[in-house]
């Protein structure tokens, strides 16, 4: 139920991002959140891989991508370098939480080929001053893993934090996995990229369809969060799965595949 395609690998900077890729057509490029890794889309790859071409990154840090920074133009960049390596362009850009954070600015940019922009339970970023402790949301999390490690406990945790009471076992064990993969330096420097990240300094420069994501009882991303980003896209869609927490992709996937299926159709008309 849970297999995605193998891992793939391109060299950067002196190292390597590693991606998965299935299927041709329309290309979506997704980016997870700091739970995740390229994995979390396993069930977006069983939907849609046979319509679309899917690429998913492990973002640097994450899954088997080796680090290569902590500000946002770092993590665009190697965005950039991996859409231009595997030749993907007129992209539908898909960002789940931090992984939004950066969505938004490749679909700003103006060397990124775009198509449509899908934001999912994210936010703008934090646009706190350069240099400061990371965040409590962000710093508990270095701390723990610095003093305990990574465990099958610690996944545990982040999946429940992540979905309400009373979600299914089986998304629980989807997301708890995943999150049991997580490294030190992932959570760093994507905290240390979200928390500096300003995205209401690059809206307006956002020139293609928006879909805007979320959950009806996410916990993770604040009213207040949620406000900030949908008066930043005031022209974008939005579509609320009113049952779902921080992650709909697992709790609810054939409503947010359908979301992703619908949206990508109509932003190429």
């Known amino acids: 139920m849970w297999d995605t395609p193998e891992l793939q690998y391109i060299s950067y900077n002196g190292g390597r991002l590693a991606y998965r890729e299935a299927g041709a057509g329309p290309a979506l490029f997704l980016l997870h959140g700091m739970n995740g890794s390229s994995q979390s889309w396993a069930y977006l790859f069983r939907a849609l891989g046979s319509s679309f071409r899917v690429v998913a990154w492990d973002a640097p840090g994450f899954g088997a991508s080796d680090v290569f920074g902590d500000s946002v133009e770092d993590y665009v960049d190697a965005a950039k370098a991996l859409l231009k390596t595997l030749k993907v362009y007129d992209v539908i850009v898909v960002g789940h939480s931090m992984g939004g954070v950066v969505a938004v600015q490749l679909a700003a940019d103006r060397d990124t080929s ?156």
């Open 114 to 269: 775009t198509a449509g922009l899908v934001l999912s339970s994210t936010h703008l970023g934090f646009a706190r001053p350069k240099g400061e402790p990371l965040m409590a949301r962000y710093g508990t999390r270095v701390d723990r893993i610095r003093s305990e490690g990574v465990s099958a406990a610690y996944g545990l945790e982040r999946a429940r934090r992540s979905t309400p009471e009373g979600t299914s076992q089986t998304v629980i064990r989807f997301l708890a996995g995943i999150a049991a993969s997580a490294r030190i330096e992932g959570i760093r420097d994507g905290g240390r990229m979200c928390q500096e990240t300003d995205n209401t300094n690059v809206s307006h420069d956002v020139n293609v369809p928006v879909l805007i994501l979320s959950g009806g009882e996410d916990t993770v991303i604040s009213p207040e969060m949620h406000a900030l980003l949908v008066a930043a896209f005031p022209d974008a869609e939005h579509a609320e799965i009113p049952r779902a927490g921080h992650a709909s992709y697992a709790e609810y996937p054939d409503i947010f595949n359908e979301q992703i299926r619908d949206f990508a159709t109509k932003a190429r008309r």
